[in-house]
């Protein structure tokens, strides 16, 4: 698929700080190791709804990623999916009696301006799990030769399921018990109680064509794929197993993430699939998790067409830290306005108190598993500083608006 296009990055004086993130396989806070090329996969939409605020956190947080691994000099190969075929989205086409390719093309669409819209790093693959269907297949035609999948027991429909833990590791990913594990697997697209499978959490790699279904032709009969080893097969042929992150939000800890990563260790007889885990948290308006099925969303093109500035969105949910479950409010939106104002008008004055210890702090403490709390408060003192007319240093408007511009990917 086409990606969405980039503002420049502006380069920042000064001395960049290794990036260190949470992990949840490991429960940890490590550095991230990447080489000259630092590789990161994160979980793409499912196109049958516009992007809400929870979706932008999400990617929001992994933007920063990006933007301290650019700080410091790496590469950055990013690749996203998009869902483009799967249960949600033919839901929504049936619903509203529309073509389920138009939807998916429509919001995909929608998507791009909006990432572009928040000065989102574009991915440099943009990747939809139709066009990627010849390589999924062959990735399950290897997983059923090597017996870590199986048809089920079923002469209608013998579609084709992964033995859960087939690589003996199953559950490093998540950590979670079985009975967790049970619970979200059926909550989140699962099928425990699927007749003819071996064990109720295998999970589903290729769906028989069924009447009235999209389907495509392919050496496994004609069918089309489960939603984990989309994931799977399309970061594994882009970046190679072991790559640096591997991210989404924590409603795919449990069973994406576990999952994408066993066929893919199934397959490579490699471990791990990714070096870090990283979950971002949800954002929820009126006690609930935002999402599409429970229709409590706000849109970020809604607030597009408002005029909220992308640095305000950012501001708002910068102000808490991306693994901390928020909700977004009015309130939170309104004072990032005040905010962006006040940095806008200090970064505007002719002078301000010298900034590379503030741009020193702000690349501090976005390095340390983007603590954007604290790394906004460095901003506010010396927002605050230079707006009290303190300093005289005709450098520092200029530096602090090119530090906040890359690191934080905010125009001021
Ligand atoms: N297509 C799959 C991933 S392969 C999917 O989960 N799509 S999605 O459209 O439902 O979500 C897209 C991304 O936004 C995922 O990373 C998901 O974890 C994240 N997300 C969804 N809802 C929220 C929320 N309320 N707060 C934060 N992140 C969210
Ligand atoms: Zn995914």
Redesign the pocket.
């Known amino acids: 698929m086409r990606t969405w296009s980039s503002v420049p990055l502006p380069r920042v004086p000064g001395t960049p700080r290794p990036l260190r993130l949470f992990d949840t396989s490991t429960g940890q806070l490590r550095p991230t190791a990447p080489g000259q090329t630092a590789r990161m996969y994160?979980?793409?939409?499912?196109?049958?709804d516009a992007t809400?605020?929870?979706?932008a956190?999400?990617?929001l947080a992994f933007d920063l990623v990006n933007r301290v691994w650019r700080d410091n000099g790496h590469d950055v190969f990013y690749v996203q999916?998009?869902?483009d075929v799967?249960e949600?989205l033919l839901e929504r086409a049936e619903r509203d009696q529309d073509d389920w390719i138009v939807l998916g093309l429509r919001e995909t669409a929608l998507f791009r301006e909006d990432m572009e819209a928040l000065r989102v790093l574009s991915p440099r693959e943009f990747v939809g799990a139709v066009e990627s269907i010849p390589e999924i297949v062959e990735v399950i035609g290897k997983l059923l030769a090597d017996g870590a999948a199986y048809r089920a027991d079923d002469p209608e429909f013998p579609d084709i399921y992964f033995d859960h833990n087939a690589t003996g590791r199953f559950g490093y990913e998540s950590n979670y018990d079985e009975p967790t594990m049970t619970r979200f697997f059926a909550e989140r697209g699962g099928d425990p109680d699927r007749a003819g499978k071996r064990h109720p959490l295998d999970a589903l790699l290729w769906r028989c064509a069924r009447p009235g279904e999209p389907s495509w032709d392919s050496e496994l009969g004609a069918g089309r794929p489960g939603?984990h080893i989309?994931?799977s097969a399309i970061a594994v042929n882009r970046l190679g197993m072991g790559f640096d992150v591997q991210?989404?939000?924590?409603?795919?800890i449990f069973p994406?993430h576990e999952y994408s990563a066993a066929h893919a260790e199934a397959v490579a007889g490699t471990h791990p699939f990714a070096r870090h885990y990283v979950?971002?948290?949800?954002?929820?308006l009126d006690g609930q998790?935002?999402?599409?099925s429970r229709g409590n969303l706000v849109f970020v093109s809604r607030l597009r067409a408002d005029g909220v500035d992308s640095g305000a969105i950012r501001l708002a949910l910068f102000a808490g830290h991306y693994r901390t479950?928020r909700a977004w409010t009015a309130a939170l939106l309104s004072e990032a306005q005040e905010r962006l104002a006040r940095w806008r008008e200090a970064v505007s004055l002719p002078t301000g108190p010298a900034a590379a210890d503030t741009v020193a702090r702000l690349r501090d403490h976005v390095a340390d598993d983007l603590d954007t709390p604290t790394a906004l408060a460095a901003i506010d003192a010396w927002a605050g500083e230079a707006l009290r007319r303190n300093g005289t240093d005709t450098a520092a408007p200029g530096l602090v608006r090119i530090a906040v511009d890359a690191l934080l990917g905010i125009e001021l």
């Open positions: 994160v979980c793409g939409i499912t196109p049958y809400h605020l929870g979706h956190a999400t990617y999916n998009v869902t799967d949600p939603w989309e994931c991210g989404g939000g924590s409603d795919l994406h979950h971002a948290g949800m954002i929820g998790k935002m999402s599409k479950d």
